[in-house]
């Protein structure tokens, strides 16, 4: 059964260091979506993405970080200067389309850590 | 804003009984969809039912169904003959119909089976 990937699991970097989180959607999905939890707190909507475009994202979402699809397979998130604050597990999500009963499909996440 | 609420952190369950997870949300709209997702150790989040709002009838999926309280705004997963494998955090989600994208979270409830 197609899944979403995701890489690395676990990421450590310091405060201030860029980091690049990886995932590979659902072959067949056009829609991919970034959502975040910090440790004991809720899943939370980052950005999502069609199109080679950001359609819609939340007040998280700032200068800070970016969403690329730099090939047929891969979508990543950078955060360009990582704060301690950018401690969480990342989720990458896809689905075939944007309709709201199109199902998003979750990776395992990226447990991200900044020291 | 929409908002979810999950006022249950922590729910345990005789293995083979009956469980109910409890769910509340706010949101101003009538289209909307609302979901419940499963996230096992292994983190990987999983749809487990969903529940348009437009339907009167309650969801099922063989040993998961929802009370869906459209006025009371309550969204209930109940599962029945309770599993090993049932063991997870159960997180209750919305998603506008108005075209938005993003899935709106409560906070989770950890189900525990004790065998």
């Known amino acids: 059964e197609p899944e979403v990937t995701q890489t690395p699991s676990h990421q450590v970097t310091q405060m201030g260091q860029e980091v690049i989180l990886r995932c590979v959607p659902i072959?067949?999905?056009?829609?991919f979506y970034w959502y975040r939890q910090i440790l004991g707190q809720k899943v939370e909507f980052l950005v999502s993405?069609?199109?080679?475009?950001?359609?819609?994202k939340s007040e998280i979402f700032d200068d800070q970080f970016s969403v690329e699809r730099p090939d047929g397979s891969n979508f990543t998130l950078k955060i360009r200067s990582t704060k301690l604050e950018d401690s969480a597990m990342y989720f990458c999500?896809?689905?075939?389309?944007?309709?709201?009963?199109?199902?998003?499909?979750f990776g395992p996440g990226t447990r991200l850590t900044v020291l | 804003a929409q908002t979810v609420t999950q006022s249950q952190p922590e729910m345990s369950v005789q293995e083979a009984e009956t469980v109910t997870l409890s769910c509340t949300y706010d949101?101003?709209?009538?289209?909307?969809?609302l979901f419940w997702y499963k996230q096992p150790p292994s983190r990987q989040m999983i749809l487990v039912i969903r529940?348009?709002?437009?339907?009167?009838q309650n969801a099922t999926e063989n040993r998961f169904s929802v009370n869906f309280q459209k006025a009371a705004k309550s969204f209930s997963l109940k599962i029945s003959d309770s599993q090993l494998g049932d063991a997870a955090m159960y997180f209750c989600?919305?998603?506008?119909?108005?075209?938005?994208?993003?899935?709106?979270f409560g906070q989770g409830t950890r189900l525990t089976i004790n065998p």
């Open positions: 993405f069609y199109n080679n475009e950001i359609s819609e």
């Open positions: 949101t101003s709209e009538s289209d909307y969809y």
């Open positions: 989600a919305y998603r506008s119909g108005s075209g938005a994208q993003k899935l709106v």
């Open positions: 529940q348009e709002a437009y339907k009167q």
């Open positions: 072959s067949n999905h056009l829609y």
């Open positions: 999500a896809s689905s075939e389309g944007g309709l709201t009963y199109n199902e998003q499909f």
